[in-house]
Structure formats: C-alpha cells, structure tokens
C-alpha cells in the first residue's frame, strides 16, 4: 500500500458562518470556494495549504435539521468532526483490511466498501472521488445492510477520481494565507483511558505507521499529498483526557480531533485561533 497521507480535517460550522465567514477565518485564512455535496444536504468551503492538506469548513444547507436525519454527522457537534487519509494512488482496500484484521478485533471497526463521492464546484466543474468509510465489522461488505456509524472516531479514506487538483486547487492565491499558514504540524485525537493502546495499535494499523512515545505522548507519523521545502511531516498525537473539560467531551462526543495545530513561514507569527461556535470551541495552534 502507498503511504498513508493526511487529506484534510473536517470542521461543521453554523451555516451562517459558513456564507459569512467570522474573523477567527479571515484574519487568519484565504478561503477556496467548495460548493454543495452531490446529496444536496451538506456545502463546503477550503482552506487549502501549500503541503496539498486542508481543512473542510461544512455546513448543513440553512441549518436544516430534517438534513441531519440519517446523516453520517446529522448528530454531530459543531467543531472538529472528523479527518480523512488519502494516497497518491487507489486505495488498497484488500490491503487495508487485512493489515487491521489482528487490530481492530477489541474496538470492532472495520472499513465499508468504497463508494462514489462528489460535488459540483461553483463554476460547474464536477469533482468526484472515491470514500471508504468505518463501521462495525460485521456491517464492513460490498452492500452492508445497516452499517454502524464510526465516522469521527477512526479516519476515513478520499481517494481522487478526476485529478486531485480539481478537488484541491493549491495554487498560490488559495494556499497564501494571513496567517502564514503553510500546512498541517500536528493534530490531536482524544480516546478513552481504557483504550488508548487498542486505538494506537489500530491507527498504526491503518496508517500503516509506527508509533514513537516521547515524553509520556504518543504520536504517529504521517505524510502530505505535496513535499513542501522546509516542511516537516506531521504528527497524529492519540492522548487520553487529563482535564474535567476533556473527559466531558469524550464523554459527550466520542473519540475524535479536538485540537489542530498548522506550521507558519518566517512572516507567519505562533499564536492560537479560538473559534466560540461551541462549549469548547475550536482551536487552531500555530508553529514555527
């Protein structure tokens, strides 16, 4: 299987927010026109980054609530929600499935059968892709009768069908940014105390990865769609909660991104971005 590569992390926003960005976005970022998803339920906008990785601002259309029903994050909270992988080839789901067969036994997760995804950009360009979504493992078939959402929890698979810079449009007006933002440093999944080896064992898996421990942390290497000059390959760090905020969002929530941190160039400046959408926001770190 080709290295696993972060695609791009998931933000739902008020759809107000989505139409008429806040500051926290546009001070901070350059954003690249989405468009609306091929189930007319959900729209998108990007924040694309020169190392090919982005974040997806969503919304459902007008807040709708009957759009939530039966959708994959029809129940989620505004803020991180979930965050895909991706390689530069088509996805070996046959490979997939066996590297984390010995894995995923204890947390049940296994990987549905790819399927088309799409979106109609705002100039009427067609992007269609491929997705590869988790679910419980005795739901994971061709034609599963009722799979088991685990979306958020462990990371799913784009993979492109027309080419990825049709879905991902990394030229030097979307990718400059006021921030300085250059692509992602490192994100922060929060899991169960009681868990945190199955799920580090099962993202190895997944990611086809090692994991390093450094300093009471646990962290797992990825790589990016593009090798920017100067840019490092960045993190995934699976923690389990210490603060009474963070066990109460596991809690309420479930495993799943609740911090991201982005590397900025020489002009860019450390600091953090905290997005009040939320009882815990969102919050976006930047590094040098």
């Known amino acids: 299987m080709a290295p696993a590569q972060i695609d ?11 139409i008429n960005p806040p500051a926290w976005i546009t001070e901070n970022f350059a954003l690249t026109p989405g468009g609306r998803h091929s189930d007319g339920r959900t729209e998108n906008k990007l924040i694309v980054f020169k190392d090919g990785t982005y974040l997806e601002l969503i919304a459902f259309i007008n807040d709708n609530p009957s759009l939530r029903r039966d959708h994959p994050w029809g129940k989620k909270h505004y803020g991180f929600i979930d965050f895909a992988l991706t ?29 088309d995804g799409g979106r109609q950009r705002p100039d009427g360009v067609e992007v269609k892709w491929k997705v590869t979504f988790p679910v419980n493992q005795a739901t994971a078939s061709p034609h599963p009768s009722a799979p088991v959402n685990r979306r958020g929890e462990i990371p799913f698979w784009c993979n492109d069908i027309t080419p990825r810079n049709v879905r991902v449009d990394t030229t030097e007006e979307n990718t400059t940014h ?12 929060l899991v169960p105390k009681s868990k945190v080896d199955r799920y580090v064992d099962l993202y190895s898996s997944i990611m086809d990865t090692q994991p390093v421990r450094v300093f009471g942390t ?29 066990k109460k969002r596991v809690a309420e929530r479930g495993p799943g991104i609740v911090e991201i941190a982005l590397r900025v160039g020489t002009e860019g400046s450390v600091g953090v971005a905290r997005a009040p959408i939320s009882e815990q926001g969102i919050w976006i770190h930047f590094l040098k």
Do not use: M
């Open 178 to 189: 006021p921030s300085g933002a250059l692509g992602i440093a490192q994100f922060t999944v």
């Open 218 to 246: 646990t962290r797992l290497p990825l790589d990016t769609p593009i090798q920017h000059p100067g840019l490092v390959k960045p993190w995934v760090f699976v923690e389990d909660p210490t603060s009474e905020e963070e």
């Open 87 to 115: 390689t530069p080839r088509e996805l070996d789901y046959a490979g997939l499935r066996g590297r984390i067969n010995q894995k995923s036994g204890r947390l049940a997760i296994d990987y549905a059968y790819p399927v």
């Open 8 to 18: 791009h992390v998931v933000i739902l926003l008020p759809y107000k927010d989505l």
